[in-house]
């Protein structure tokens, strides 16, 4: 082919391809190379005050910077977080909602026969964001003193003891059940639609325990208005050094992270993703964020994690996983 001809053919692929771009932002309604233009709305699925909503708001504000516009936030709570994450699948694929989620994405299709979503068809990863640590704590006039009397006292008293959660699926209620399964019980569980009106109940004195994570129990445990029996890690947390983890109070069963990611509707953009991310990406560097994060017992992500590939693999495997343990337990 001819030099020219070369050109031409170069031309008309390029065109085609500026064609598909444009057509594609059509279809989701963006012009990705002037997107972001208007706010963003990001939902939270679980009530406002709780960890989800506590470590959304402190990515938001450095992304809003970033991005030029601003993230606003929007609790769309029940079910487990499953509400709120249906009415992100079912969004305007153009940029303009994101959805905040945790461990709870992964397995909502094991525990919901009518789930209205497919968490992994039905949405683009962005990346991943922090993954928090858990803490059994329980109402400062709860009887038992530590882990051990924690332990006993819950076995003796199964029947009489409520524990608090934020729905089936959600972090608590996976915590929980991995409590009371090591402690060979049942209690009575008691929903919320997220784990800071839980807490509020907690520390009135409604409801005797949960586990939940130390983004939203750190400050409790610290200010002394809750019990805190033990971290739900393999080591210490550094915010609270003095509350020994399950492993060393000899639970070693009782181990569980909440791993929480950024989506968008599976029909928007690359590009559109593509700048979501590297503001992800950007905030998870930004001090205040980290030293938010450190406070509260947490802390971000690496790089490689913040990314659409590593987070779509994590949830993959979690959705595998959680299949698995939830199937066993129902007897499946
Ligand atoms: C919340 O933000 O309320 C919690 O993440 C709920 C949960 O998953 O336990």
């Given at each position: 082919m001819t030099p020219a001809g070369t050109r031409k053919v170069a031309a008309y692929l390029g065109a085609l391809a500026g064609l598909s771009l444009t057509l594609a932002a059509c279809s989701s309604g963006t012009d990705p190379a002037a997107y972001p233009e208007d706010d963003i709305e990001v939902i939270v699925p679980f009530s406002a005050g709780g960890p989800t909503d506590t470590v959304t708001r402190m990515i938001a504000e450095p992304m809003s910077e970033d991005l030029g516009v601003q993230l606003v936030v929007q609790n769309i709570d029940g079910a487990g977080g499953t509400v709120g994450a249906g009415q992100a699948a079912t969004a305007d694929p153009d940029g303009y909602t994101v959805l905040m989620h945790h461990i709870g994405m992964s397995t909502a299709p094991a525990l919901y026969d009518d789930l209205a979503y497919d968490p992994i068809a039905d949405f683009k990863p962005v990346g991943l964001v922090t993954e928090v640590p858990m803490t059994i704590i329980a109402s400062?006039?709860?009887?038992?003193?530590?882990?051990?009397?924690?332990?006993?006292?819950?076995?003796?008293?199964?029947?009489?003891?409520?524990?608090?959660?934020?729905?089936?699926?959600?972090?608590?209620?996976?915590?929980?059940?991995?409590?009371?399964?090591?402690?060979?019980?049942?209690?009575?569980?008691?929903?919320?639609?997220?784990?800071?009106?839980?807490?509020?109940?907690?520390?009135?004195?409604?409801?005797?325990?949960?586990?939940?994570q130390t983004t939203n129990t750190t400050g409790q445990i610290t200010a002394g208005e809750v019990k805190a029996y033990a971290a739900t890690t393999p080591e210490r947390i550094e915010a609270l050094p003095d509350l020994p983890t399950t492993t060393e109070a000899g639970q070693p069963d009782i181990q569980v992270s909440v791993w929480h990611g950024l989506y968008v509707p599976a029909e928007t953009p690359d590009e559109v993703v593509t700048q979501l991310t590297d503001s992800l990406q950007a905030a998870l560097t930004d001090q205040g964020v980290i030293d938010q994060m450190a406070n509260l017992g947490t802390a971000p992500v690496s790089e490689e994690q913040a990314t659409p590939e590593a987070h779509a693999t994590l949830l993959e495997e979690q959705t595998a996983t959680w299949a698995d343990i939830i199937g066993a337990s129902q007897g499946g």
């Open positions: 400062s006039d709860f009887e038992p003193e530590t882990f051990e009397e924690f332990v006993t006292y819950v076995q003796e008293n199964a029947d009489t003891v409520t524990m608090a959660h934020a729905g089936e699926g959600s972090a608590s209620n996976l915590c929980g059940l991995l409590l009371t399964d090591a402690l060979g019980v049942e209690v009575t569980a008691v929903p919320y639609d997220g784990t800071g009106p839980a807490m509020a109940e907690l520390v009135g004195g409604q409801v005797d325990f949960m586990c939940d």
